[in-house]
């Protein structure tokens, strides 16, 4: 496979070369475009001897190959690493004044970016901007993740590890027909059905009862769906965390039966045990933080049909992260942590949800009279209008990290539409009859 690796002037350029390395040692041919920027970073003799091909910045070199389109006509995958805030404006605007511009013009191959920047710069309104035109033209984007970053500061804007863009940017191929193009431009997106907010019905006392459970094998084929699953952490030093005790496994169990009635899943795993998704039919995006969650829930979420936010994702991260380890004789006998809020994912899918897209919602509740925590199911989906709300009773001894679950699920309008109790596959199946039911 042809594989272009552009790099853009960012100081993450040096661990470009890991992603270089990567490539050719599985086996692909591969073609380094760093920007004049880059090459401040990271020297074309190293490129070169690492990709094993001639580099070049310059459209102006190999005229005669007409390199400039010829490189991005010929690549299977085109993964720029690390793009910087400036290389993500420069291809929003389809800017073509080096090799890298001209090549991301010129090719129909997916293309898969890993930012790297300082959090101010990715959480600046115009680099939101490019990044959400950026996915709705159908770019990949793989992190940034949370950690340190150049000089002394912390937080997200690290660019992902090489490997995890390696194998991001591969898994990407899986999906040949979604990539590269805008999901507004697909035409079975087009095709969906509109579906007012709040049709699924119970249909019957048995129903609302938890009987009945259908599953059918194969009423989900060809249904993409995104599955967020695990719990948050928030770091504030490099050992340390704010998290929560959401194992995933509630998330996984939906993901599984999802593949097994045909969708095409990615689940977007927070903190979950490895040895939990071995052998799921999926494409697993392991992430870390609330940040971290969002961006890779936004990026699988542009082609999706169905999102399902099981994670538990923490509402407030510590304000500060730090670059080395909190010391308890700088604190006294007390501390605090101050925390700012999240980004709240669920309801900016809710707000971008296209039509005939269906978003799930989970509200976890230590509440533990049914009318009353119904009642706080009812509140939350009036305040984020997800097509279903799964409310699910948890607490010291119940809901996380336990085999079994009971839901209450609620549509807009607060209507109970189906409620259950069993096992977490038995509910999975559940809440997948109700949404095969809404994309009917
Ligand atoms: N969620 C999210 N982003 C956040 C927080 C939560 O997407 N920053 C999602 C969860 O995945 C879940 C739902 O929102 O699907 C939970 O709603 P939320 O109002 O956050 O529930 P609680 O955290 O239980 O809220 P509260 O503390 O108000 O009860």
């Known amino acids: ?222 249904v993409r769906v995104v599955v967020s699953a695990g719990g948050t952490r928030e770091p504030f030093d490099p050992v340390r965390f704010v998290g929560n005790r959401s194992s995933g496994r509630q998330g996984l169990a939906i993901a599984a039966d999802a593949a097994r009635r045909g969708a095409t899943v990615t689940v977007v795993a927070a903190n979950v045990e490895a040895a939990l998704t071995t052998g799921l039919d999926a494409t697993v995006v392991p992430v870390g933080s609330a940040l971290e969650l969002a961006e890779a829930v936004h990026a699988a979420a542009v082609d999706a049909d169905v999102v399902v936010m099981t994670a538990a994702v923490a509402d407030y991260r510590p304000a500060e992260v730090r670059t080395e380890k909190l010391k308890k004789d700088l604190q006294g006998d007390t501390m605090t942590l101050e925390l700012v809020r999240n980004p709240d994912v669920l309801a900016d899918l809710v707000a971008a949800r296209r039509t005939g897209q269906i978003v799930v919602g989970f509200a976890a509740e230590t509440e533990p009279d049914r009318a009353a925590r119904i009642e706080l199911g009812r509140a939350k989906i009036a305040r984020k209008p997800a097509d279903l709300l799964v409310v699910n009773h948890v607490g010291w001894s119940s809901g996380f990290e336990r085999e079994e679950n009971a839901i209450e699920v609620l549509v807009p309008g607060g209507e109970v539409v189906r409620e259950t109790s069993g096992s977490k596959a038995d509910v999975a199946t559940a809440i997948l009859d109700l949404v095969a039911t809404a994309l009917t």
Do not use: C
């Open 1 to 222: 496979m042809t594989v272009i690796v552009g790099i853009t002037g960012g100081i993450a350029a040096y661990k470009a070369v890991g992603v270089v390395r990567e490539f050719v040692k599985q086996g692909h041919d591969v073609h380094v475009v760093p920007t004049e920027g880059a090459l401040r970073f990271v020297g074309v003799p190293t490129l070169e001897a690492l990709s094993r091909n001639a580099v070049t910045t310059s459209v102006f070199d190999d005229v005669a190959e007409v390199r400039h389109v010829s490189l991005g006509r010929r690549a299977d995958l085109v993964v720029v690493a690390p793009a910087t805030a400036d290389a993500l404006a420069r291809m929003t605007a389809g800017l073509a004044g080096d090799l890298l511009g001209t090549t991301l013009l010129a090719t129909e191959a997916p293309v898969v970016v890993a930012p790297a920047m300082h959090p101010q710069m990715w959480e600046h309104p115009a680099t939101r901007a490019n990044v959400a035109t950026l996915r709705d033209r159908g770019v990949r984007f793989i992190g940034p993740v949370v950690g340190a970053l150049t000089g002394d500061d912390a937080g997200i804007g690290r660019m992902a590890e090489p490997e995890d863009i390696v194998a991001g940017a591969l898994a990407v191929l899986d999906h040949p027909a979604d990539a590269g193009r805008p999901a507004s431009a697909d035409p079975s997106l087009q095709a969906a059905p509109t579906r007012p907010a709040g049709e699924i019905r119970p249909a019957g006392e048995t129903d609302v009862a938890g009987t009945g459970a259908r599953g059918e094998q194969g009423d989900l084929a060809g």
